[in-house]
């Protein structure tokens, strides 16, 4: 799978910053029909969450009514320098990583 991940290089201890994600997945619905009648079956993200240092400070389930490669952004405050570790776990097994870094002065 295919990620892109925007976090700020650098940022100033207590800054608001931004994290934006964008993955490259179909997320089939599992509601539509082949020309022969057939259901497509479901295949998902059902849910992303990201750790700074380890720690989670944000997660989303995701459901069938989201768009193909779903784009997320969110904020947090940069406490320190370290490591942003990003995680899609989805249907049939679907599981993908990322990982940024941040140096906080």
């Given amino acids: 799978m295919a990620a892109l991940i925007n976090v700020p290089s650098k940022a100033k201890r207590g800054e608001i910053i931004e994290i934006r994600t964008l993955t490259s997945h179909i997320m089939e619905t599992g509601f539509r029909h082949t020309a022969d009648g057939k259901l497509v079956p479901r295949d998902i993200i059902t849910s992303f969450t990201c750790r700074y240092n380890g720690a989670e400070i944000f997660r989303a389930d995701l459901f069938p009514a989201i768009a193909a490669?779903?784009?997320?952004?969110?904020?947090?405050?940069?406490?320190?320098?370290?490591?942003?570790?990003?995680?899609?776990?989805?249907?049939?097994?679907?599981?993908?990583?990322?990982?940024?870094?941040?140096?906080?002065?």
Avoid at 85 to 92: H, L, T
């Fill in 69 to 105: 490669n779903p784009y997320l952004s969110f904020f947090t405050v940069a406490k320190e320098s370290g490591k942003f570790e990003f995680e899609w776990i989805g249907d049939n097994g679907y599981s993908s990583t990322a990982s940024a870094s941040i140096i906080v002065e």
